[in-house]
């Protein structure tokens, strides 16, 4: 079984950066890719970012690219989205997510989620 949970959200200004953490149980985290997504109120979750089994690729939605940035510490069992230039059309609630599939480079249909993180950017 494959835990996750998020960190570090709140509350913070337009142009302000924040940076989530997911903690991931299991000896395999290293073999995963990971995600991160967000939900916005009465919406569907949204691709936010993503980073490769081995850390060495990483893809990112045309609305945070330039501004965030995914990256893992496999032997922290962590991965992190360092959020920088905030807009308030970031505020959302954000999740951390994987398949479970290993070794691959872009997790597809995602089984485990974390219990999410909520950010608000205030203008």
């Known amino acids: 079984q494959v835990q996750l949970v998020e960190s570090g959200g709140g509350l913070v200004q337009a142009g302000d950066s924040l940076r989530l953490s997911c903690a991931v149980s299991g000896r395999t985290f290293s073999r995963y890719a990971m995600a991160w997504l967000r939900q916005y109120p009465g919406k569907e979750r949204e691709f936010v970012a993503s980073v490769s089994w081995n850390g060495v690729n990483t893809w990112y939605a045309d609305s945070v690219k330039g501004r965030f940035t995914m990256s893992r510490d496999n032997p922290k069992n962590t991965v992190y989205l360092q959020m920088d230039s905030l807009k308030p059309e970031d505020t959302a609630l954000y999740y951390c997510?994987?398949?479970?599939?290993?070794?691959?480079?872009?997790?597809?249909?995602?089984?485990?989620w974390g219990q999410g993180t909520q950010v608000t950017v205030s203008s």
């Open positions: 997510a994987t398949d479970g599939a290993e070794f691959t480079d872009r997790p597809r249909n995602f089984k485990y």
